[in-house]
């Protein structure tokens, strides 16, 4: 397959504007992207930019903190859908997460995907903040709450994806749930080595540069 079927084609900058956006959609289409993925707020506006074309849109949920409450969660996620979004995003409650509440985390995944039901779930367990048995854990949750993927990243923590992090993600999860790597992903080498790995999508801002 074609990179750039690979590709989320990302903006997720706290001051990102309408005309960025447009120009994200644009992009995505005359690239032939898979999708875009923008903060909640811009998803009415990607969604009539993208109108007649193949690109998908996510939403991202809980971000980049993944501190909000279930509730809020839950509430963003379906306004989200509602506003056109194809796949959903969510950041996982980290602290939580770290302090061995991990009901509390899998019911935060299951609520969102029941906000949503068909539409995709990519669950973000920011990999930068957990030990390799953590992220083992983390990985496990997902794949128990019946989200579509597990995502390495949100770009706005200590550092992005590692090939490491998803070798561990795999071997958890095998092929029950996808992977998507993200954050620090710039050029097409890079973006191989994870396709190699068996990653199914890769969210990054530079798809551009990447396909180029």
């Not at 706290?14 to 447009?22: C, F, G, R, S, V």
């Not at 875009?36 to 949920?61: D, F, M, P, R």
């Not at 770290?98 to 539409?119: C, R, S, T, Y």
């Amino acid at each position: 397959m074609r990179l750039e079927k690979y590709i989320d084609h990302t903006l997720l900058a706290a001051n990102a504007t309408e005309k960025q956006i447009i120009l994200l959609c644009e992009e995505a289409k005359e690239y032939s992207f898979y999708a875009v993925c923008v903060n909640s707020c811009h998803v009415s506006l990607a969604k009539y930019k993208l109108k007649g074309s193949e690109v998908k849109l996510a939403a991202t949920i809980g971000f980049p903190l993944g501190a909000a409450s279930t509730d809020a969660k839950f509430k963003e996620a379906e306004t989200a859908v509602l506003d056109g979004a194809d796949e959903i995003d969510m950041v996982m409650n980290i602290g939580f997460f770290l302090d061995g509440k991990h009901d509390l985390v899998k019911m935060d995944f299951e609520q969102v995907k029941k906000a949503i039901g068909n539409k995709i779930l990519k669950v973000i367990i920011e990999t930068c903040y957990l030990t390799d048995k953590e992220i083992a854990k983390a990985s496990e949750l997902v794949m128990q709450a019946g989200a579509d993927f597990v995502k390495t990243s949100t770009g706005f923590g200590s550092r992005g994806a590692s090939l490491e992090d998803v070798k561990i993600m795999k071997a958890t999860v095998g092929d029950k749930v996808k992977i998507k790597a993200s954050g620090g992903i710039r050029d097409a080498e890079t973006t191989q080595k994870y396709i190699d790995l068996g990653v199914a999508r890769i969210g990054t801002s530079s798809g551009i540069k990447i396909i180029s």
